[in-house]
């Protein structure tokens, strides 16, 4: 009977039951009908007929059993003896247990991961139909991640008929006062059609009305599930009541549930973004966010965005932006899925990660089925009388697979038990880039899938050994020396040695382009001194501090009492940190310099900074002088540049001296942007955004001539100086600074939060936690799968020797050397280690495609790691050789023979 | 698969079992022991509930067939029929205890 039909029996037991109970209550009411007809009164009836039916109830059951126990029970009996069996040899069940724990548990931890990150990133409803609708420009040299402009968002939302809809945003951060501490928070402004677009709706009250979204309308906030949560204490009328964003009062009309996380885990609050089209074509300030219409792709968007794209200047005669955008810029859409924004990056990583621990699981099993043909071996004699006694191949094939399946089934509950533990620290450990990292956990598919690596694990284990070499066609007087089946099981063996040898070698390959990646990454130059400084930024509401002026007064009263505290050796200021990323950019113009067509103006990072910002990052000055606390007070019309935009505009040029003038429009007063600022200095490059990224051109100005409160954005004047980063150098540990800098602050101004706190280190720390998680991963598998892999040589190479002790013997009794004897041994293990390591590296060189993404500095098929790797491998599988070549050269002749 | 074929006393009641059914056709539990009492002209007695664990169990190793009918009077009952299979194991069983019956026939005739 089969196992599927034994099942079904158990889950029919009700049914079955069901069936037995009517056919007696007919059985009963027949006799009883006899013994009416013969004369009986009722209750003789009643009571003859249970008389002659005997216990009712009992019977029942008795029958119930006979069908049930007959289909499970030869089952039952089969795991139970397996079970017996296994624990008789605990050291072989527990070693096959914990390899399998080890191998499932990393297997399941993974996938737990790569469930919740790759497969469902984006928890909105058909989010495979949303896309960011990003740009990029060729001519720039900045193939993706420009954003999106309000000219562009109005063009589509008239004019693309492949989007449903469009959402335009924008993230910042805002000071939120009144009810407790002043603190910053993320907020995003998006239009009014953010909900619509992402099809989640607030939990508590209601979003924004279109009305909301036009300039001058009521302000109005939508908050996180976790700020109304932490702040608010999840109080049931916040809809209604005020908040105080910057200075500005704004009511809160929603909640949105704890699973909305647009544009990221971190934003705490949503604004309506308040434009109009009559706004004009302004710059990249946005990114956007669309869902396509049912069958449509992206390419059909982007074909589809092209032409309009091309066709802005009809939309926007006459506006200056949208002429400098068509003609000197040259855009295109670059839009791609909302899940290859969110997680493209990390994709390539958790998938090789994945298949990295999968390899080691294909080790592990390899490992458990050859201590399953040694154990076949063993009992070769016990199945002998089986098959004697008339048990069939498949019940020799049951006798063996009950065995793998417990020990599959234990090693996938250890497993599992070990997974969730893992979980757990990745959580805590895992890189920030993660999207829904915190919502990582094993749940039911994760159990599903481990419980299917367990049985695919036990079929394989189990039916190598049944497959190839096991005794399933042994006699009783088969002694199982020199015959073609021991050679046969012997020829397997190596097989699977050759075979963990290969993967092993794959994986330390892997991880050894990982370490040096690693390696590379962290010796990149930041351009700066990461060691002890502290950095925290403050945002200066624009209600206390409407001007420029303002603003760059309280950073000088900050900067003198941070300057004053015991410890600190410098302190300064700028709009944006090393390797922070969001940094203002604009085009630039070399004054004197006639500007042709065809060659457009290099595209440069801005920083507006305060007196000393190069000596206190520790930054090389490499030509002329840097910016001065004297130049801020004067106001002075001077800019540094880095090293890289000096190379792209003053290629064999003097760049001290040369004039910049940033590319905006001509306002009203005739001049233009900023400047024309004096070059004065040049220093290093400093990463802006990742530590692997070729240098970014930056321009340095003093905060006194940068943007403020009072300017448009479309003024293009600089950064806006009312957010700004501190940077503290110390003599003492920066974190132990930590509340001496809040207390500065808030002699200033109480009312202002200091956010973003943390060392330069860990921000060059953070730069590289991507690459250290997936090199950690790798590593953690490379050694597992060697660890193993040298098991398995070790308990092969051993299995071979015990095999051949007479062998041995008769060798030596005969006069070899026991050297030879060794050399033999090693020889033969050598061998197959060499084989492996040899496929090892082929697969390794075929698949070097896939690793060279994660990769830095170095290229996939670097020699020095491929020779370093497979060196260390066949010297660890030589050592795991030689052990039993040595014991073998040892034996005592005459104890070799008689050990047969 | 235990068969039960060593079982003699069970071996028998799974003889008389298929040998009424496979002479009289389609029986429901209550008919067939009727057909027991009667056959054996009640020098056989046995409990009527005892059946059921035995038309059970054969049903189960595909030697009976059971349907649902309705009897004479109109009541539902199971109905069960011989299979193919179970003919094999009535002549099966038949010749285990003609040889059965001969030895201890021979056996009683030495003593």
Same mark, same amino acid.
């Given at each position: 009977m089969s196992p599927i039909r034994r099942l079904w029996n158990v889950m029919r037991r009700n049914q079955l039951d069901d069936e037995l109970r009517r056919e007696v209550d007919t059985h009963l009411a027949l006799i009883e009908d006899e013994e009416r007809a013969g004369g009986a009164s009722e209750g003789v009836a009643r009571r003859h007929a249970r008389e002659r039916f005997g216990s009712t109830l009992v019977h029942r059951e008795q029958a119930l059993d006979t069908v049930i126990m007959t289909s499970v029970e030869s089952a039952w009996k089969e795991t139970v003896f397996a079970a017996r069996r296994l624990l008789r040899s605990p050291a072989f069940s527990l070693a096959a247990v914990l390899t399998l724990a080890l191998a499932i548990g990393a297997n399941a931890a993974i996938f737990g991961v790569v469930e919740r990150v790759l497969l469902n990133p984006l928890p909105y409803p058909d989010s495979d139909r949303l896309i960011d609708l990003d740009h990029g420009s060729q001519l720039l040299n900045l193939p993706s991640g420009m954003g999106i402009t309000r000219g562009y968002y109005y063009q589509y939302l008239e004019r693309a008929h492949r989007l449903e809809g469009i959402a335009l945003y924008a993230s910042g951060a805002e000071t939120i006062t009144g009810d407790g501490e002043p603190q910053r928070i993320r907020v995003t402004r998006a239009t009014t059609s953010l909900a619509a677009v992402m099809r989640v709706w607030p939990e508590v009250g209601r979003w924004f009305t279109e009305d909301e979204g036009k300039p001058g309308g009521p302000a109005r906030a939508v908050l996180s599930h976790g700020l109304w949560m932490r702040r608010y204490g999840g109080d049931p009328r916040i809809v209604g009541r005020s908040i105080t964003l910057s200075g500005v009062q704004a009511d809160v009309i929603g909640v949105m549930p704890a699973s909305f996380a647009f544009p990221d885990a971190r934003v705490e609050a949503w604004l309506p973004q308040q434009i109009t089209r009559s706004m004009g074509f302004g710059i990249w300030l946005y990114a956007a966010v669309a869902r396509m219409r049912d069958g449509v792709s992206v390419e059909d968007v982007r074909s589809e965005l092209n032409p309009l794209i091309a066709d802005i200047e009809n939309a926007f005669p006459g506006d200056p932006f949208a002429i400098g955008n068509s003609r000197n810029i040259k855009t295109t859409s670059t839009a791609r899925t909302l899940k290859e924004a969110t997680v493209g990056e990390i994709a390539r990583a958790l998938w090789m990660v994945l298949a990295s621990v999968g390899l080691v699981l294909l080790v592990a099993c390899a490992n458990i089925a050859n201590l399953f043909l040694v154990r076949s071996e063993a009992r070769q004699r016990e199945v002998g009388v089986r098959l004697a006694l008339g048990a069939g191949r498949a019940g020799i094939a049951r006798y063996f697979i009950a065995e793998s399946v417990l020990l599959s089934l234990a090693g996938g509950a250890a497993g599992l038990a070990l997974a969730w533990g893992a979980v757990r620290l990745l959580v805590s450990a895992g890189p920030a880039t993660l999207p829904r990292l915190g919502e990582i956990r094993l749940d039911g598919l994760a159990v599903a899938y481990t419980f299917l690596l367990s049985v695919v694990s036990a079929v394989a284990f189990g039916a190598i050994p049944l497959w190839h070499g096991a005794p399933l066609g042994a006699t009783l007087n088969e002694g199982g020396r020199g015959n073609t089946t021991s050679r046969e099981r012997h020829r397997v063996r190596r097989l699977l040695m050759g075979a963990q040898v290969a993967m092993a070698l794959v994986?330390?390959?892997?991880?050894?382009? !990982?370490?040096?990646? %690693? /390696?590379?990454? =962290?010796?990149?130059?930041?351009? %700066?001194?990461? $060691?002890? $400084?502290?950095? %925290?930024?403050?945002?200066?509401?624009?209600? @206390?501090?409407? &001007? =420029?002026?303002?603003?760059?007064?309280?950073?000088?009263?900050?900067?003198? =009492?941070?300057? *004053?505290? +015991? #410890?600190?050796? $410098?302190? &300064?200021?700028?709009?944006?940190?090393?390797?922070?990323?969001?940094?203002?950019?604009? @085009?630039?113009?070399?004054?004197?310099?006639? /500007?042709?067509?065809?060659?457009?103006?290099?595209? *440069?990072? %801005? /920083?507006?900074? *305060?007196?000393?910002?190069?000596? @206190? !990052?520790?930054?090389?000055?490499?030509? #002329?002088?840097?910016? @001065?606390?004297?130049?801020?007070?004067?106001?002075?019309?001077?800019?540094?540049?880095?090293?890289?935009?000096?190379?792209?505009?003053?290629?064999?040029?003097? +760049?001290?001296? /040369?004039?910049l003038l940033s590319n905006a429009p001509p306002r009203a007063d005739g001049t233009i942007g900023a400047g024309p600022l004096e070059i004065v200095g040049v220093v290093a490059d400093t990463p802006v955004q990742t530590l692997a990224e070729s240098p970014v051109s930056q321009l340095y100005m003093p905060m006194s001539i940068a943007g403020g409160p009072e300017f448009p954005a479309t003024a293009l004047v600089g950064p806006d100086v009312s957010n700004i980063n501190f940077v503290v150098r110390s003599s003492i540990a920066p974190a132990a600074l930590t509340s001496a800098v809040r207390a500065a602050v808030d002699a200033v101004d109480p009312q202002l939060a200091i956010a973003r706190v943390t060392t330069l280190q860990a921000i060059v720390d953070r730069a590289s936690a991507q690459m250290a998680f997936t090199m950690v991963m790798i590593a953690i598998a490379a050694i597992v799968a060697l660890l193993l892999g040298i098991v398995g040589i070790y308990g092969v190479m051993s299995y071979i020797v015990s095999q051949r002790t007479s062998e041995i013997g008769v060798r030596l009794a005969l006069g070899a050397e026991p050297r030879s004897v060794e050399a033999m041994i090693l020889r033969q293990g050598g061998a197959v280690a060499v084989a492996g390591a040899t496929i090892g590296v082929m697969v390794a060189l075929a698949s070097s495609r896939l690793i060279a993404s994660l990769l830095y500095g170095i290229t996939p098929r670097d020699p020095s790691v491929f020779v370093g790797t497979t060196l260390m491998l066949l010297i660890v599988s030589a050592l795991a050789c030689w052990l039993p070549a040595r014991r073998a050269a040892r034996l005592s002749p005459l104890d070799a023979l008689r050990a047969d | 698969m235990p068969k039960h074929s060593n079982d003699r006393l069970q071996g028998t009641l799974d003889l008389l079992i298929l040998k009424l059914l496979d002479r009289s056709g389609p029986l429901h539990g209550y008919g067939l022991a009727q057909r027991i009492h009667q056959a054996t002209a009640d020098s056989l007695r046995i409990e009527e509930g005892s059946l059921y664990p035995a038309l059970q169990r054969m049903t189960h190793e595909k030697w009976l067939k059971a349907q649902w009918g309705t009897t004479d009077t109109g009541r539902k009952a199971r109905f069960y029929t011989v299979t193919a299979a179970g003919r094999k194991q009535l002549e099966e069983e038949e010749r285990r205890w003609v040889t059965l019956t001969e030895a201890v026939n021979r056996a009683l005739r030495f003593a």
């Open positions: 994986l330390l390959i892997a991880s050894g382009l !990982m370490i040096r990646s %690693f /390696q590379k990454l =962290r010796d990149v130059d930041p351009g %700066f001194n990461p $060691a002890s $400084a502290l950095a %925290f930024s403050v945002a200066l509401p624009t209600a @206390t501090y409407p &001007s =420029r002026v303002s603003a760059v007064a309280a950073h000088r009263q900050i900067l003198d =009492r941070l300057s *004053a505290l +015991p #410890g600190v050796n $410098a302190a &300064s200021a700028s709009t944006c940190l090393p390797l922070s990323g969001g940094c203002f950019g604009n @085009t630039l113009l070399v004054r004197g310099r006639p /500007q042709s067509p065809n060659s457009t103006s290099p595209p *440069a990072r %801005f /920083q507006a900074v *305060a007196g000393g910002y190069f000596e @206190t !990052m520790g930054i090389r000055l490499l030509r #002329g002088r840097t910016i @001065t606390r004297g130049d801020v007070e004067r106001g002075e019309l001077i800019a540094v540049i880095s090293e890289a935009l000096a190379r792209r505009l003053f290629p064999g040029e003097e +760049p001290i001296g /040369q004039y | -």
